[in-house]
């Protein structure tokens, strides 16, 4: 068993200060404010405790790229990318690819959470099934209907969560109300969708939007599209990259305005370069190189982000506290915290994920007091950062 003693801990329902956790086989088993003038704790976290991250959609990181590599080892490398910024459980995403490709992506998760490698809990699926018009980086030849093949990979038994991007005018809805019936979580993306089509999606089941604003048919007066279904309609979340290059800051409150902090939540959609120096990554017949804060083709055009969960989690707290009016920040900060660990918890039915509260995973992170990831934890290990862990009497008046 590890005690901890925390300075500050949001535990995805309060902000609580001077709070005593402690941890036993990779659960919380002990979190309460201190009472004690005196007590000692295994580590003292200086600074504030909260949830680990939980991104839904992470095509790569730590200079891996999941299209390129489907192994354990790869997947390890990419948690390990993104526990530097506090992810401690992600969907590894695959972009759009061959059925084969598919495949061994499902193998690869497979085994990785056979062995238990920290934080992997399922796959995102982004594609096959997508608008051409709407396919952004995603290869066209590889856009398609729905095969049996697919259908079988989607709903494999030993891949933990599946979260699936499809477009819901290239999907059959008794598809979807089949998917949605064997678990699989259905979100609508890369997509030109009417308002109606949109709607009859999230009547047969479909529950998130996907990267809302980016690849998706747009909001005018008499054509609302999907941008409106997942503005309007409460039985949906949405995915927002809050990197402040794929969607304007002005969009993403309106996004936090309309949606709310119940179910709108923070993804990266990183590519390999995440948590690693790499610059440049060959991409179909182009480059996709850095260049500032941002990922683009030899065209100019996105592809993908370099974000990781701290920096959305930070862009988006920096954004609310200066635009939106309300009586306290620390509200702010429990709703943004929340948007990147409790909302894709729920979204995923991650039961004991997303807050830390008695018998939950010890899944979480130590950030500072500009909203930088100092250490986190996954199942009670600590993954990334340097604490002190010998033992120390604190006192407290
Ligand atoms: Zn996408």
Same mark, same amino acid.
């Given at each position: 068993?590890?005690?901890?003693?925390?300075?500050?801990l949001?535990?995805?329902?309060?902000?609580?200060?001077?709070?005593?956790?402690?941890?036993?086989?990779?659960?919380?088993?002990?979190?309460?404010?201190?009472?004690?003038?005196?007590?000692?704790?295994d580590?003292?976290?200086?600074?504030?405790?909260?949830?680990?991250?939980?991104?839904?959609?992470?095509?790569?990181?730590?200079?891996?790229?999941?299209?390129?590599?489907?192994? @354990?080892?790869?997947?390890?490398?990419?948690?390990?990318?993104?526990?530097k910024?506090?992810?401690?459980?992600?969907?590894?995403?695959?972009?759009?690819?061959?059925?084969?490709?598919?495949?061994?992506?499902?193998?690869?998760?497979?085994?990785?959470?056979?062995?238990?490698?920290?934080?992997?809990?399922?796959?995102?699926?982004?594609?096959?099934?997508?608008?051409?018009?709407?396919?952004?980086?995603?290869?066209?030849?590889?856009?398609?209907?729905?095969?049996?093949?697919?259908?079988?990979?989607?709903?494999?038994?030993?891949?933990?969560?599946?979260?699936?991007?499809?477009?819901?005018?290239?999907?059959?809805?008794?598809v979807?109300?089949?998917?949605?019936?064997?678990?699989?979580?259905?979100?609508?993306?890369?997509?030109?969708?009417?308002?109606d089509?949109?709607?009859?999606a999230?009547?047969?089941?479909?529950?998130?939007?996907?990267?809302?604003?980016?690849?998706?048919?747009?909001?005018?007066?008499?054509?609302?599209?999907?941008?409106?279904?997942?503005?309007?309609?409460?039985?949906?979340f949405?995915?927002?990259?809050?990197?402040?290059?794929?969607?304007? @800051?002005?969009?993403?409150?309106?996004?936090y305005?309309?949606?709310?902090?119940?179910?709108?939540?923070?993804?990266?959609?990183?590519?390999?370069?995440?948590?690693?120096?790499?610059?440049?990554?060959?991409?179909?017949?182009?480059?996709?190189?850095?260049?500032?804060?941002?990922?683009?083709?030899?065209?100019?055009?996105?592809?993908?982000s370099?974000?990781?969960?701290?920096?959305?989690?930070?862009?988006?707290?920096?954004?609310?506290?200066?635009?939106?009016?309300?009586?306290?920040?620390?509200?702010?900060?429990?709703?943004?915290?929340?948007?990147?660990?409790?909302?894709?918890?729920?979204?995923?039915?991650?039961?004991?994920?997303?807050?830390?509260?008695?018998?939950?995973?010890?899944?979480?992170?130590?950030?500072?007091?500009?909203?930088?990831?100092?250490?986190?934890?996954?199942?009670?290990?600590?993954?990334s950062?340097?604490?002190?862990?010998?033992?120390?009497?604190?006192?407290?008046?």
């Amino acid at each position: 068993m590890k005690t901890y003693f925390a300075k500050q801990l949001f535990d995805g329902q309060k902000m609580h200060t001077n709070m005593h956790m402690s941890v036993n086989n990779g659960k919380i088993s002990h979190i309460e404010t201190s009472q004690k003038s005196q007590f000692t704790a295994d580590a003292q976290l200086n600074g504030l405790v909260c949830a680990g991250f939980i991104d839904t959609q992470v095509n790569g990181g730590g200079g891996v790229l999941f299209n390129y590599e489907q192994s @354990p080892t790869a997947l390890s490398k990419m948690m390990q990318g993104h526990a530097k910024f506090g992810t401690t459980a992600m969907l590894p995403t695959l972009i759009t690819d061959s059925p084969d490709k598919m495949f061994k992506a499902a193998n690869a998760v497979a085994d990785a959470i056979a062995e238990s490698i920290p934080g992997i809990v399922g796959i995102h699926y982004e594609g096959p099934h997508l608008s051409q018009a709407k396919k952004g980086i995603h290869p066209s030849s590889h856009v398609r209907t729905v095969s049996d093949s697919d259908l079988a990979t989607f709903t494999r038994p030993d891949i933990g969560k599946v979260l699936v991007t499809l477009a819901p005018e290239n999907v059959p809805n008794d598809v979807i109300k089949d998917l949605v019936k064997q678990g699989v979580v259905v979100s609508l993306g890369h997509s030109g969708a009417t308002i109606d089509q949109a709607l009859a999606a999230i009547d047969a089941g479909a529950t998130c939007s996907t990267h809302l604003f980016n690849a998706m048919s747009g909001l005018t007066a008499r054509e609302p599209g999907l941008i409106s279904a997942a503005l309007s309609d409460a039985r949906i979340f949405s995915g927002l990259i809050a990197d402040l290059h794929h969607v304007h @800051p002005q969009n993403c409150m309106l996004a936090y305005q309309c949606i709310g902090a119940e179910r709108l939540m923070l993804v990266t959609d990183a590519m390999a370069h995440v948590g690693s120096d790499l610059q440049t990554l060959p991409w179909l017949d182009s480059t996709i190189t850095k260049v500032g804060g941002k990922l683009i083709l030899d065209d100019g055009s996105l592809a993908g982000s370099c974000l990781d969960m701290t920096s959305a989690v930070r862009n988006m707290l920096h954004l609310l506290q200066v635009r939106v009016s309300v009586s306290s920040s620390t509200s702010i900060l429990a709703n943004v915290l929340n948007m990147a660990s409790r909302v894709p918890a729920k979204l995923l039915g991650l039961s004991r994920y997303g807050e830390l509260a008695l018998g939950n995973r010890a899944d979480f992170v130590l950030l500072d007091n500009n909203i930088h990831t100092q250490a986190c934890w996954i199942n009670g290990k600590q993954v990334s950062g340097v604490v002190a862990e010998e033992s120390q009497q604190r006192e407290q008046n």
